[in-house]
């Protein structure tokens, strides 16, 4: 009989293997075994926390002689019976089968079930330390230090645990009937201080692309931080480029607060047939242009806000998917900030004198957000730092014009933007 916390070994490890993520190699899996979609629910839980705890696993394994780790399935199911152990998921019972299959001797489980994080990492000091308790790779958090992020170790105890959902509300909508009704369809929701058009989710995040509502398009699921761009666009009734567009979630926000018309874009023909899905469910499709093209080479010219939202290290978004710190590198970080730094100087030399140019992220690494932001200005003098409205974020410390917004302080995705003018 296969146990789930096989099904999730494989999962995890074929999610490493691809690069990948834990949704789509599970979505592969349970195509190809139909028999096991009732192990769903307990296998999301154990590939999450090994994601998210799997350093930590590591060591406590090897304290106990156990090791060397790898990605391999067969260290995957090691990973799965220690999270379960130390988690305390582990039934007896099933501590019998691990045992067998992993060659983890039945006393070492029940003595992972009495170790915390701190006796793990005892001896340690410093970010090899943080490194062990939060289970972050140290490259990340030489990144996160330098980039100067307020009280790490909260941030990354707070990256490690669920997201909290938002939703993004069509103009003109009333809201407190939008609530009324949605109740009703069993998914509560909270407006927003900060942002007009936005809501928190406090119950019912799973329903929340059920409901009439969410059909008729007057609203879209997006975190609070990714709802910011499109205000500091400011885009009322400016031509918006939005070159890295995907789903087009901050076009049609762009759409939604007044824009003129909107220029699409992205590199990959997937991400432009769901802009299309996202443009004609909000009835926004006559409002944008729509092409596949390299955000390096922009189509036009002349433009007056351009947003770029480029490919990054997504540590901001680490909640949902907390696998790729397993198989991130430091190399990743380098190649992300290239590409960003070319779509950016080549929207400020398209962009007329006086445009807006609004580069954001969804990851907190030094390399990408202020190194970035940095080089442009050196690169391009006409391009000048401004300050934004709303402010929301914290300042990073030299870059006080910038902001970011940080899933401990602000109950968001880890997120950084940057306004730019043109001179
Ligand atoms: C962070 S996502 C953008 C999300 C989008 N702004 C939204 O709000 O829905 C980055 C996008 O950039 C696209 N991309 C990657 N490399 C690109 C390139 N060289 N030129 C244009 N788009 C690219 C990816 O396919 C991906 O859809």
Redo the contacts with the bound molecule.
């Keep these: 009989m296969v146990l789930p916390e096989e099904v999730a070994a494989r999962i995890l490890a074929e999610a490493v293997r691809r690069r990948g993520s834990l949704r789509d190699a599970a979505a592969l899996y349970f195509q190809r075994h139909p028999e096991h979609e009732y192990m769903k629910p307990l296998v999301r839980v154990l590939t999450l926390g090994v994601a998210r705890h799997y350093i930590l696993l590591d060591r406590a394994l090897e304290l106990l002689g156990y090791g060397p780790p790898s990605h391999s399935t067969s260290w995957m199911l090691t990973r799965v019976a220690a999270f379960e152990a130390m988690f305390g998921r582990l039934k007896p019972s099933r501590a019998r089968a691990l045992s067998e299959k992993t060659g983890v001797r039945l006393e070492d489980l029940e003595k992972l079930r009495e170790m915390r994080p701190r006796d793990v990492a005892k001896g340690l000091s410093g970010l090899d330390r943080l490194s062990v308790l939060y289970s972050f790779p140290r490259w990340m958090l030489e990144e996160l230090l330098q980039a100067g992020v307020p009280e790490l170790p909260r941030l990354l105890e707070a990256l490690n645990r669920d997201p909290q959902r938002w939703i993004r509300i069509r103009p003109g909508v009333d809201v407190e009937r939008l609530r009324e009704s949605l109740r009703g369809q069993g998914v509560e929701i909270e407006p927003d201080r900060d942002l007009p058009d936005v809501a928190r989710i406090v119950e019912g995040a799973d329903r929340a692309t059920r409901t009439r509502e969410y059909r008729e398009g007057l609203y879209v699921l997006?975190d609070k931080a990714?709802a910011l761009?499109a205000h500091v666009a400011e885009p009322q009734g400016r031509l918006v480029v939005?070159?890295?567009?995907?789903?087009?979630?901050?076009?049609s926000?762009a759409a939604w607060l007044g824009s003129r018309y909107s220029v699409a874009?992205?590199?990959?023909p997937q991400?432009i047939g769901?802009?299309v899905k996202?443009l004609e469910r909000l009835r926004l499709r006559h409002h944008a242009d729509i092409y596949v093209?390299?955000?390096?080479r922009l189509p036009l010219r002349g433009f007056d806000v351009a947003?770029i939202?480029?490919?990054?290290t997504?540590i901001g978004r680490l909640q949902y998917e907390p696998e790729i710190k397993l198989w991130l590198t430091r190399g990743h970080a380098k190649y992300f900030r290239r590409?960003q730094l070319q779509?950016l100087l080549e929207a400020v030399d398209a962009a007329l004198p006086g445009a807006r140019i609004v580069y954001?992220?969804?990851t907190l690494t030094h390399s990408e957000t202020i190194w970035v932001t940095r080089r442009l200005l050196e690169k391009r003098p006409e391009a000048e730092l401004v300050e934004q409205k709303p402010r929301i974020g914290e300042r990073p410390r030299r870059l006080p014009q910038a902001q970011r917004m940080l899933p401990h302080l602000h109950g968001t995705q880890g997120f950084y933007i940057a306004v730019f003018e043109k001179r």
């Design positions: 997006q990714s761009v939005d070159p890295t567009a995907g789903a087009a979630i901050k076009a926000h874009g992205d590199l990959k991400r769901e802009a996202t093209g390299d955000a390096r947003i939202d480029p490919p990054c997504d590409l779509m954001s992220v969804c």
